[in-house]
């Protein structure tokens, strides 16, 4: 009996004493970690937003900017919430100034501001003006960001909490946030990561697991109700680009430029032209008989649309745009025989093409949903300008007409520029079809920034995606 006694606290002695040079030899960070990280938020199970995290180094300290795009239904509420935020902060990650632009269930509210010895001080934008705010507050403040990076940077000890002060600029205040170091531990994944929680949420559970180089890999509030997972950044890209041409909420009001002031009868203008900034120096500018574009002095770019002095357009390469893949399926059964169905014996390319781009538009409803095969476009009659984009391609093609599938932005009535999908089909020139909105030719607010539907072609169109603006230069009606 006794000897058993012994072996089991042998035992239990053993698996402690790891466990305790475990939690003494956790990381003390020097920095935090430099670089882009990309989530997806889920509600359920099911995918509801996005964010985006990039720290740069900056002077001394450090760029801590973020983007996200969120839309939340259940246990009572609603929210929808898309955000821009930028803080500078120093080297202990300390709060120097901010910038945070949100749209908040469809309030608009714009804040930005400096830290001083004893306040803070913010200028707030809304709907009922521009005002000026002290926030009095004595010490350092942090960022949101910090809060999952600070623990490690002050040697993170397992079982000891940490009240941190970070400035909540939604609610224009510093809250006091306790901070727990649960432990080390070992993810599914078979990652090293440190196991946090917090009391940012009221009354509900907020964990948190940051790899050893302080990157967060999940948050889980409410028992993994909601939850924040780090996922590669080609996914989050595709994504990213997926969503904002399919309008999604979770990425509408991050995605919408708007124009001020709007366009009057935009279906009615014979040109337009439209000076864009924040396209990266390194994206391509696509030229054609549809529009010119010109890289200006201060970096934005200016589109004009139709060409006003269009470069000759010889035809296609042979094959070129008539080729059946996978998400234009051209040579299928069901493809040809609507094609056959809906041309009867019309042979003139131009109204077939109108004929095509018009049985589209009138016979697939327009909706929200995932980009899906042409196919499966007529199966349910459904579609957002993806679908309709494909299923159009794929008619164009059966039928011998060079086409390609291409996106960019569209002006809508009251909105503002959104992210769209369109074709465009050979008739002596590349001419732009919607058929979504049955327009042969589109019209000149369709800003063309991709050609093509593949990985990489998305992924340099979620680059701009919530960077850019828009100012009208000159339209003539």
Same mark, same amino acid.
């Given at each position: 009996?006794?000897t058993?006694?012994?072996?089991?606290?042998?035992?239990v002695?053993l698996v402690?004493?790891?466990l305790q040079l475990l939690?003494?030899?956790?990381?003390?960070l020097?920095?935090?970690?430099?670089?882009?990280?990309?989530?997806?938020?889920s509600?359920g199970?099911?995918r509801?937003?996005f964010?985006?995290?990039n720290i740069t180094?900056e002077?001394?300290?450090?760029r801590?900017s973020s983007?996200s795009?969120?839309k939340?239904?259940?246990l009572?509420?609603s929210?929808?919430?898309?955000?821009?935020?930028s803080?500078?902060?120093r080297?202990?990650l300390?709060?120097?100034?901010f910038?945070?632009?949100t749209?908040?269930?469809?309030?608009h509210?714009t804040v930005?501001?400096?830290?001083?010895a #004893?306040?803070i001080?913010?200028?707030?934008?809304?709907?009922?003006g521009t005002?000026?705010r002290?926030?009095?507050?004595?010490?350092?403040?942090?960022?949101?960001e910090?809060?999952n990076?600070?623990?490690?940077?002050?040697?993170?000890?397992s079982g000891?909490?940490y009240?941190?002060?970070?400035l909540?600029?939604?609610?224009?205040?510093?809250k006091?946030?306790k901070v727990?170091v649960?432990g080390?531990?070992?993810?599914?994944?078979?990652?090293?990561?440190?196991?946090l929680s917090?009391?940012l949420y009221?009354?509900?559970?907020?964990?948190?697991?940051?790899d050893l180089?302080? #990157?967060?890999?999940?948050?889980?509030?409410?028992e993994?109700?909601?939850?924040?997972?780090?996922?590669d950044?080609?996914?989050?890209k595709?994504?990213?680009?997926?969503?904002?041409?399919s309008?999604k909420d979770?990425v509408?009001?991050?995605?919408?430029?708007?124009v001020?002031p709007?366009?009057?009868?935009?279906?009615?203008?014979?040109r337009?032209a439209?000076?864009?900034?924040?396209?990266?120096?390194?994206?391509p500018l696509l030229q054609?008989?549809?529009?010119?574009?010109t890289?200006?002095l201060?970096?934005?770019v200016?589109?004009?649309?139709?060409n006003?002095?269009?470069?000759p357009e010889?035809?296609?390469?042979?094959?070129?745009g008539?080729e059946?893949t996978q998400?234009?399926?051209?040579d299928?059964?069901?493809?040809?025989?609507?094609?056959?169905?809906?041309?009867?014996k019309e042979?003139d390319?131009?109204?077939?093409?109108?004929?095509?781009?018009?049985w589209?538009?009138r016979?697939?409803?327009?909706?929200?949903?995932?980009?899906?095969?042409?196919?499966e476009t007529?199966e349910?009659?459904?579609g957002n300008?993806?679908?309709?984009?494909?299923?159009?391609a794929?008619?164009?093609r059966?039928?011998?007409?060079?086409?390609?599938?291409?996106s960019?932005?569209?002006?809508?009535?009251e909105?503002g520029?959104?992210?769209?999908?369109?074709?465009?089909?050979?008739?002596?020139?590349?001419?732009?079809?919607?058929?979504?909105f049955?327009?042969v030719?589109a019209?000149v607010?369709h800003?063309?920034?991709?050609?093509?539907d593949s990985?990489?072609?998305?992924?340099?169109?979620?680059?701009?995606?919530g960077r850019?603006k828009i100012k009208?230069?000159d339209?003539?009606?």
């Amino acid at each position: 009996m006794k000897t058993r006694y012994l072996t089991l606290l042998l035992t239990v002695l053993l698996v402690l004493i790891p466990l305790q040079l475990l939690a003494a030899s956790l990381p003390k960070l020097s920095a935090p970690p430099v670089g882009e990280r990309w989530f997806t938020v889920s509600m359920g199970g099911e995918r509801v937003g996005f964010a985006h995290l990039n720290i740069t180094r900056e002077g001394e300290g450090y760029r801590i900017s973020s983007e996200s795009g969120v839309k939340m239904k259940g246990l009572g509420f609603s929210r929808e919430a898309s955000a821009k935020e930028s803080y500078l902060v120093r080297p202990d990650l300390a709060l120097v100034s901010f910038f945070s632009d949100t749209v908040i269930d469809g309030s608009h509210l714009t804040v930005n501001g400096k830290v001083a010895a #004893n306040a803070i001080h913010a200028t707030v934008q809304s709907r009922s003006g521009t005002k000026e705010r002290t926030i009095k507050h004595k010490g350092v403040s942090y960022p949101p960001e910090a809060l999952n990076i600070y623990p490690l940077m002050a040697g993170a000890v397992s079982g000891k909490s940490y009240k941190i002060p970070m400035l909540d600029l939604e609610a224009l205040k510093v809250k006091q946030v306790k901070v727990k170091v649960i432990g080390q531990e070992t993810l599914p994944s078979g990652l090293p990561a440190v196991h946090l929680s917090n009391d940012l949420y009221p009354i509900v559970d907020n964990d948190i697991w940051v790899d050893l180089k302080g #990157n967060t890999v999940k948050e889980a509030v409410r028992e993994d109700l909601v939850v924040t997972e780090a996922v590669d950044e080609a996914t989050a890209k595709l994504q990213l680009a997926d969503d904002a041409l399919s309008k999604k909420d979770m990425v509408l009001d991050f995605s919408l430029v708007p124009v001020t002031p709007p366009l009057e009868n935009p279906q009615g203008l014979k040109r337009l032209a439209v000076e864009v900034s924040g396209i990266p120096e390194r994206y391509p500018l696509l030229q054609g008989q549809g529009q010119s574009a010109t890289r200006l002095l201060d970096g934005s770019v200016r589109f004009v649309m139709p060409n006003p002095a269009p470069a000759p357009e010889g035809a296609p390469p042979a094959g070129t745009g008539l080729e059946a893949t996978q998400r234009i399926p051209a040579d299928a059964p069901q493809i040809v025989a609507l094609k056959n169905e809906i041309l009867v014996k019309e042979s003139d390319p131009v109204a077939e093409v109108r004929l095509l781009a018009a049985w589209v538009a009138r016979e697939i409803k327009g909706s929200g949903t995932d980009s899906q095969s042409p196919l499966e476009t007529l199966e349910k009659k459904e579609g957002n300008c993806q679908s309709h984009a494909r299923l159009y391609a794929s008619l164009a093609r059966a039928a011998g007409i060079p086409t390609r599938f291409v996106s960019g932005l569209v002006y809508l009535p009251e909105r503002g520029f959104l992210y769209h999908s369109w074709a465009e089909s050979y008739l002596n020139g590349w001419v732009p079809v919607d058929p979504t909105f049955g327009e042969v030719p589109a019209d000149v607010t369709h800003i063309k920034l991709v050609e093509g539907d593949s990985a990489g072609e998305m992924e340099a169109l979620a680059g701009v995606i919530g960077r850019i603006k828009i100012k009208v230069a000159d339209k003539a009606y």
